[in-house]
């Protein structure tokens, strides 16, 4: 039975994940800061005796030492996409906290280290957040080659910043700004898609070091919009911010403790977060993403329209 070292485990795709190592029994140990609020949720993911917490600050290397002990695999989901105060910056985060796993990975003779990077991180060389993640790539594969890194484009559930996000501001706004013309490009991958892609790398024992993960359609900003849109059924304008309008509500925006965006993530909207063809993807190594993003988000979707559950669109009678 193969141990398994979870960082990051408290969020979105580590909830997803844990649910799904426990079933194909495989035993966990999640990595909180917090265990007293993170505790209590996690040990339901699981079955008793699969699961196990630990609270541990990331950078007490000390700590985090101990818990390599006991592993087969590590398995890092941490990342910020806006940098705090308090040591949270997209260096330390993204760059300096992989390469310390990745130094005991290879200490300990782990089988395997799998790192959560990003989508189109080569091309967006004007962003900080993107930067730091290369360079945290490039840095934990000179130190463990054998490791596995995946580079997802937006990862989307009901649980997620994105689509969720989105539909509260699109419930509440008259209007929505859009950035270059809306026209970036993304390839939306379900959150249970994903984690069926880092299942599939363990049981298969995939040594491809960089791999790609994307959903099945390639969907224009605008037209995750308008999909959002029509599923909680409003009108909304969606209004064309040049750049210099955009630039300064992003420096306005980055002020608030959690910010609806930032000056870095402006720059990184230029860029296409789709497949770049230099790498292989999850459908070429054999687990394609199946989950379609209107479909999807149409089961949750529900929570921000007039009435909920109840209303006239969701009424089957």
């Not at 911010?241 to 992003?250: K, N, R, S, Y």
């Not at 909207?269 to 988000?297: M, Q």
């Amino acid at each position: 039975m193969k141990k398994i070292l979870i960082w990051g485990g408290t969020g979105q795709i580590g909830t997803h994940l844990i649910r799904k190592l426990t079933k194909n029994n495989y035993t966990v140990t999640v990595v909180t800061r917090n265990i007293h609020q993170k505790g209590h949720f996690i040990k339901t993911q699981g079955n008793a005796g699969y699961i196990q917490l630990k609270e541990c600050s990331i950078f007490d290397e000390v700590k985090i030492r101990k818990l390599f002990e006991n592993t087969d695999i590590c398995i890092n989901l941490i990342g910020i996409l806006f940098e705090k105060s308090n040591g949270n910056s997209f260096k330390n985060i993204h760059s300096v906290f992989p390469s310390l796993l990745a130094k005991l990975c290879k200490e300990y003779k782990l089988k395997q280290f799998i790192h959560i990077s990003a989508l189109g991180i080569n091309t967006a060389v004007d962003s900080v957040y993107a930067q730091s993640k290369l360079e945290g790539e490039q840095s934990i594969l000179k130190i463990f080659p054998n490791t596995t890194i995946l580079r997802p484009s937006i990862v989307y559930s009901s649980s997620d910043n994105f689509s969720c996000n989105l539909m509260t501001l699109l419930s509440r706004l008259p209007f929505f700004p859009i950035y270059y013309n809306g026209d970036t490009k993304f390839t939306p991958i379900h959150c249970s898609d994903l984690t069926d892609v880092i299942d599939f790398v363990i049981s298969k024992n995939v040594n491809t070091n960089i791999i790609e993960c994307i959903g099945p359609e390639v969907l224009s900003f605008k037209q995750i919009l308008n999909t959002l849109l029509n599923l909680i059924n409003k009108k909304r304008l969606l209004i064309p911010f040049p750049l210099p309008l955009a630039v300064m509500t992003a420096r306005i925006f980055q002020l608030l403790p959690n910010p609806l965006l930032t000056v870095d993530q402006l720059r990184l909207l230029k860029y296409d977060n789709v497949a770049s063809g230099k790498y292989k993807t999850n459908f070429d190594i054999g687990a394609p993403a199946k989950k379609n993003f209107y479909l999807e988000v149409e089961k949750y979707s529900y929570m921000w329209t007039d009435g909920g559950q109840f209303s006239k669109k969701n009424n089957l009678n």
